[in-house]
């Protein structure tokens, strides 16, 4: 029984490793605000942006820590065998995690628009309209709500961007 609970934990943590982003991944300072259109932005817009979403950054990794570690035990109870009830529950957690991360990106967003001119707010709103822009939350995320193949249109999905499960863009 030790045994299997010590593969368990170890499972659970070599997941939590391979979850971690790759250098690769990390984007360059100010590619949010190129890509929804805030290039004109003055030094002190530039900076505040930069700390809400260093903090932003801060809040959803913690949330988002959280799911991945709720997925991994829905899993481990499926394997278990656990009955319905208590997977539907894990599910219940798995969607109250979900909530408060876009709940956290809607507030990172009307931060960075409550700091815009009029004339930035136009074109932030109309590059920038989903809950993904500005959120900075990973690989594809940050721009017009996905990889330049979605804003584009295209319909060629490789898995990764997170518009969708099987695009990787």
Known sequence: ????????????????????????????????QK????????AE????????RIDHQKT????????KTKRLELRQMMMEGADQKKLEA????????????????????????????DEQKKVFNQKCSGLDCGAA?????CGAGGCKNHQA???EHHGGC?????CKH
């Open 90 to 117: 894990k599910i219940d957690e798995l969607a109250r995690v979900g909530a408060e991360i876009q709940k956290n990106r809607l507030a990172h967003r009307n931060e960075i628009r409550s700091l815009l001119t």
């Open 153 to 155: 249109g295209g319909k």
């Open 45 to 52: 817009q530039t900076a505040k942006i930069q700390k809400l």
């Open 137 to 141: 939350s990973g690989h594809g995320r």
């Open 35 to 42: 890509a929804c259109g805030l290039s004109d932005l003055s």
């Open 162 to 166: 997170g518009r969708d499960a099987g």
């Open 60 to 67: 959803v990794l913690v949330l988002q820590t959280d799911l």
């Open 1 to 32: 029984m030790k045994f299997l609970k010590s593969a368990a934990v170890a499972l659970i943590g070599a997941a939590l490793i391979f979850t971690l982003p790759l250098p690769a991944q990390k984007e360059e300072p100010g590619t949010c």
